[in-house]
């Protein structure tokens, strides 16, 4: 067995061997502006536009439509904020989801603050939203839908079709937070009626600091970042050349074994879910079973922390997650497990774990058998089940 097992892909990635190569030179003998004029410098700008290409090709989208932004967060703020900003003559209401990624969710409620009116669509027990909750909270004065495509911490994919058609039927801008999406599933924003998309490159084996907002043409909102003329003066700065080069490569790379992995993530997830809830009493699933990412398991243990949890898997080599890695450090239970009705001892008691393509079945089975061994030793310890096994017994 390695020393390290690595269960938490949905916070970040390692950057592929490929990827680096790639973005290598762009450090130092590439090292030129883009914007300069000569050859030495302007390779570049042609090179920036080839990752373009790329990252446009996995979502079927035209390249002149993805502007590079320095990752998730900023793509969704710019989504979120310029479109309020850009639409208040029409109206000031915006329609997301109790289950954001706080990048939205904070968003939202920093627009609240401003005057802006925001629905937070609940979800049911397995994370999803209602299409009938969306239709009847769309009023003649929404201007915003943004619905996250797949959950972070659960893994739920949200019908992202649907939502688009309703979007469009109302002429409403339809966002989407694909962060944990891109790269993993497939995605086609012309299919699925998609006017803005955010993107990450560290979510899918690029770099990290690097990301993108896919804004339809004809979608007229304002720059994010003023200054020069860098990505049709929409987002100034100079370019993250590594970066995007990097991303570009991790967007052609995980094209090319989409399906491959997808299938070989499944397995493993499944054989994860099935053993774990078969082998250990008093745990549930949490997200939906099968609209969930290919790479995405999340239980909640009753009786157990999950903090203790994360510690002990940490002493056996294990990286695992409690929740997001922005909540985890925090002791409040998740939004999202709270938002799926969650009872909050039940909710301390949840694990993340999000599968990449190199981990092994190997791997799986040896998670498990510490986790069996991890959750008897904690109830062990815990009066509660103490006391629930003591009672059972009496009756
Ligand atoms: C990671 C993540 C983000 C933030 O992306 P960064 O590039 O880390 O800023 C946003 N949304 C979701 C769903 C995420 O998983």
């Known amino acids: 067995m390695k020393d390290l097992i690595y269960l938490d892909h949905a916070a970040t990635t ?46 079927n989208a035209n390249p002149e439509d993805i502007y590079f932004t320095a990752g998730g967060s900023e793509a969704d703020n710019w989504a ?18 109790q289950i954001e990624h706080h990048a939205v969710l904070n968003t939202c409620k920093f627009l609240e603050r401003e005057g802006v009116e925001v629905t937070y669509l609940p979800v049911d027990e397995n994370g999803m939203i209602s299409i009938a909750d969306l239709e009847s909270a769309i009023t003649d004065r929404t201007i915003l839908i943004s619905v996250m495509f ?31 999406a891109y790269g993993q599933i497939p995605i086609d924003v012309k299919a699925m009626k998609i006017d803005m998309l955010s993107a990450s490159g560290h979510k899918f084996n690029g770099p990290k600091g690097i990301g993108f907002l896919y804004i339809k043409e004809g979608i007229e909102i304002g720059s994010f970042i003023h200054g020069g003329h860098q990505e049709k003066g929409k987002r100034a700065g100079t370019e993250n050349v590594p970066g995007i080069i990097g991303m ?33 009493p008093y745990v549930r699933l949490n997200g939906h079973r099968f609209k969930r990412l290919p790479n995405n398991a999340n239980f909640s243990f009753q009786f157990v922390e999950g903090e203790s949890l994360l510690i002990m898997l ?21 939004h999202v497990l709270k938002a799926m009705g969650l009872p909050d001892d039940i909710c301390h008691g949840s694990l993340r774990l999000t599968l990449g393509e190199e981990n092994t079945k190997e791997e799986i089975d040896y998670t498990i058998d510490c986790l069996k061994d991890i959750v008897e030793k904690l109830r062990s310890m815990s009066p509660l089940y103490e006391d629930m096994i003591l009672k059972r017994k009496q009756v």
């Open 14 to 59: 390692a950057v592929s061997p490929a990827v680096m190569s790639e973005m290598i030179p762009y450090f130092n003998e590439k090292f030129g502006n883009p914007s300069s004029i000569y050859e030495f410098a302007s390779n570049n700008k042609e090179a920036i536009n080839r990752a373009r290409i790329s990252v446009a090709d996995l979502i």
């Open 80 to 97: 979120v904020k310029e479109t309020v900003r850009a639409l208040r003559k029409k109206g000031n209401h915006v329609i997301t989801t």
């Open 150 to 180: 797949a959950n972070n911490e659960i893994g739920t994919i949200q019908p992202v079709k649907e939502i688009g058609k309703i979007a469009e039927k109302h002429n409403i801008i339809f966002h989407t937070d694909a962060v944990q």
């Open 248 to 280: 570009g490569k991790a967007a052609e790379l995980a094209m090319e074994n989409m399906e491959e992995r997808i299938k070989k993530e499944t397995e493993l997830r499944d054989r994860l879910i099935d053993r774990v809830l078969s082998e250990i």
């Open 314 to 334: 940490d002493m056996n080599g294990i990286c695992a997650s409690s929740g997001s890695a922005c909540t985890s450090g925090s002791l409040d239970p998740s």
